[in-house]
């Protein structure tokens, strides 16, 4: 299986690996930008982030209407915070976490267990391709993580056919304003190897959602724009430690790109659910 060339995670692992407990505890969980009800008056601690990042898996996966008794796929998984948040609300679920890197599979193995009116599993491969049947979920997950897939059309037609009627895709992704498409459409000519987030694939609008929830054959069910919410990350990940970024140049320069483009409103942060019709 294809590298997913992913720095960061290699930043991670390594932070994991030396004993950085600031980011353990930042990041050991969820791997994703949180959700923040309020402005923080000073700089987050790792736990109030912590803590924002299991807000906005839950965020996520209630779009999806997850009830208990349902089977669950979270494509792109991470070190699967989004499947324990799922496993500590709701009982009877079969959750399947499937991510392209063995390494955070392997952490997720290591660190979750399912509550005993649960069931938890873990494969690698790649979203786009999913190793699945027909009509096997209830729902399908991606939390900020579908601008790294190799194909957003892909994955749509995947989770489409793994989904059962009336089942749900949830996710959460950056997507640009029409004003701030041609400066993502410029840097997704820049090599992925230079990045410290690797490939992202930032080109997706609003309109061009739309159009692919049509095409594939989906009902939309939620466009919600918390670009507001997600914005205390970014002194957050400033403070939290310089070695993380250091690992790589580019790094300072994307996440200041980000915040730089999401303060000004060009880049929004949004949740986005999907209806499968049928049920
Ligand atoms: C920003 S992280 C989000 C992780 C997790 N969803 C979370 O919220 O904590 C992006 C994730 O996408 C995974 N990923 C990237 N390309 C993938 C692919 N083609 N198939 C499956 N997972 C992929 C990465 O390995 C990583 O776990």
């Not at 999913?130 to 897939?149: K, M, N, R, T, W």
């Not at 410290?196 to 692919?212: I, P, Q, S």
């Not at 670009?227 to 403070?239: A, C, E, I, K, V």
Request: proline share 6%; with cysteine.
């Amino acid at each position: 299986m294809a590298d997913p060339q992913l720095p960061y995670f290699d930043a991670l692992l390594g932070s994991f690996e030396a004993g950085d407990s600031a980011v353990a505890e930042a990041f050991g969980h969820h791997v994703h930008w949180g959700y923040w009800e309020d402005e923080p008056t000073s700089r987050p601690t790792p736990a109030e982030f912590a803590a924002a990042a299991e807000r906005l898996s839950r965020e996520v996966w209630q779009a999806a209407d997850i009830r208990d008794g349902d089977r669950v796929l979270d494509a792109g998984c991470g070190f699967g915070g989004t499947l324990s948040s799922i496993d500590a609300q709701r009982s009877g679920v079969a959750l399947t976490g499937l991510n392209i890197d063995h390494r955070q599979l392997l952490r997720a193995q290591q660190t979750l267990a399912a509550r005993p009116a649960n069931v938890l599993g873990w494969i690698q491969a790649d979203a786009c391709s999913l190793p699945f049947a027909d009509a096997s979920f209830d729902a399908v997950l991606a939390v900020e993580c579908i601008f790294h897939f190799p194909d957003r059309r892909r994955f749509f037609a995947e989770a489409w056919r793994v989904l059962k009627p009336g089942g749900h895709l949830a996710l959460s992704d950056f997507l640009p304003t029409r004003i701030q498409l041609p400066m993502t459409l410029a840097a997704a000519h820049w090599p992925a190897s230079l990045g410290f987030y690797g490939r992202v694939d930032m080109r997706y609008t609003t309109a061009r959602y739309e159009r692919l929830a049509a095409e594939t054959g989906f009902l939309p069910v939620l466009d919600r724009d918390i670009t507001r919410n997600t914005l205390p990350t970014y002194p957050f990940l400033r403070g939290l430690s310089p070695g993380l970024e250091r690992r790589k140049p580019s790094a300072v320069a994307e996440t200041l790109f980000a915040e730089l483009t999401s303060r000004l409103g060009l880049l929004r942060y949004r949740i986005l659910a999907f209806r499968k019709p049928g049920r």
